[in-house]
Each structure stands twice: as C-alpha cells, then as structure tokens.
C-alpha cells in the first residue's frame, strides 16, 4: 500500500479532492498526519489496492449496466452511434470505444444496428462485450 498527499489520491483516483477528504474522516480511506520536511504536518491517504470506485462513478455504473451501451453524440441523434467506455466523474463526458469524448450523451434506444460506428463495433468486438441494448 502507498501513502500519497490528498491532492495525488484526487489525481491517481479520479475524485475530487472533497470526495478524498469525505471518505478518509468516514473511515473509507485510511488517512494520517505525517509531519513536513518544512515543519507542520500534512494529511497524507493509503492507495486502496486493485480497483477502486467511490459512490458515484458505482452507482453510474450500475445503472449503466441496465441501460444500453449504444449512445447518440449529439443532441439530433444523426451520425452513427456509439459504445461508451466510460463516463467521466464531474460531469457527464462520455468516452467512446472509438476514442471520440463528448460533453453530453443521448439515448440510442431501439436504433438501428447498422447506424453503429464501425470502430466502436470492432473495439466491443475485440474485448467480448455485450451486443446487446440491454432496453
């Protein structure tokens, strides 16, 4: 286990620094007082080993599990749809199997296959995950 300063832990665990200190004084994340080479002392947090979500980004997970995976990038729903990767954690940016990030998604439910991007298709292809809508 690594102890690192409160700032790192935001960085190195992709939460706000809030998030950090919430979850050290709930007991969470194990935190201390470590003192400065400068003199005082400073908070410092132990790296959870493996991976880590806080509430938020679990909950988004969670109820991404039931919703489709398949996502519109823009507001018209034109183009072709995505696959997201993942969410970002202060507001919704979405990441797509084929490397495009958006600041907004909109749902793709009961979309034709063939409007899927070909790219996001190979990549949910080449790591086994699911075809299916899930609506």
């Excluded at 201390?32 to 991976?51: A, F, H, Y």
């Excluded at 993942?86 to 998604?105: K, P, Q, S, W």
Aim: proline share 5%.
């Amino acid at each position: 286990m690594e102890w690192v300063s409160i700032q790192e832990a935001s960085h190195r665990l992709n939460v706000s620094q809030d998030v950090i200190r919430r979850y050290a004084r709930d007991g969470r994340l194990n935190a201390k007082k470590q003192p400065k080479e400068t003199g005082g002392t400073s908070w410092v947090v132990e790296l959870p080993d493996g991976p880590w979500e806080d509430d938020f980004k679990e909950n988004v997970h969670g109820i991404a599990q039931k919703l489709t995976p398949w996502w519109w990038s823009t507001a018209d729903k034109e183009g072709v749809v995505h696959y997201v990767d993942g969410l970002g954690i202060e507001e919704i940016e979405a990441l797509f199997m084929c490397g495009l990030m958006t600041d907004n998604i909109y749902s793709a439910v009961g979309h034709n296959p063939s409007e899927r991007c070909p790219e996001c298709v190979d990549e949910v292809i080449k790591q086994g995950l699911p075809m299916e809508t899930r609506e």
